[in-house]
Nanobody, 115 residues
Framework: EVQVVESGGGLVQPGGSLTLSCAASGFTFSSYAMGWFRQAPGKEREFVSSIAWNHVTYYADSVKGRFTISRDNTKNTVSLQMNSLKPEDTAVYCC?????????WGQGTQVTVSS
């Protein structure tokens, strides 16, 4: 059974940092790209960042230079280091993997940026 489970969310002040983690199981982790998405209240879900099997990374313009995605194929985890957080980064952050055109999502972790 494919599973992706996020952790690490919380409340942080503007300008602060937070690291999210996504633990995956049930598939050959090292062979697949992993992605982070977020959904703010009243808004559509949007792409944040992804990392390919070969560690090539992609970022949304809104987080480029502030967020860093990485993966550890020995632990089957993907992390999202978030720096210089802004109130507009407040959202539920979800991890996703696509296997044979089927998407698997985690339950999400809440990130709130507020003073």
């Amino acid at each position: 059974e494919v599973q992706v489970v996020e952790s690490g969310g919380g409340l942080v002040q503007p300008g602060g940092s937070l690291t999210l983690s996504c633990a995956a199981s049930g598939f050959t982790f090292s062979s697949y790209a992993m992605g982070w998405f977020r959904q703010a209240p009243g808004k559509e879900r949007e792409f944040v960042s992804s990392i390919a099997w070969n560690h090539v990374t992609y970022y949304a313009d809104s987080v480029k230079g502030r967020f860093t995605i990485s993966r550890d194929n020995t632990k089957n985890t993907v992390s999202l280091q978030m720096n210089s957080l802004k109130p507009e980064d407040t959202a539920v952050y979800c991890c996703k993997v696509t296997l044979d055109e089927t998407e698997y999502w985690g339950q999400g972790t809440q990130v709130t940026v507020s003073s």
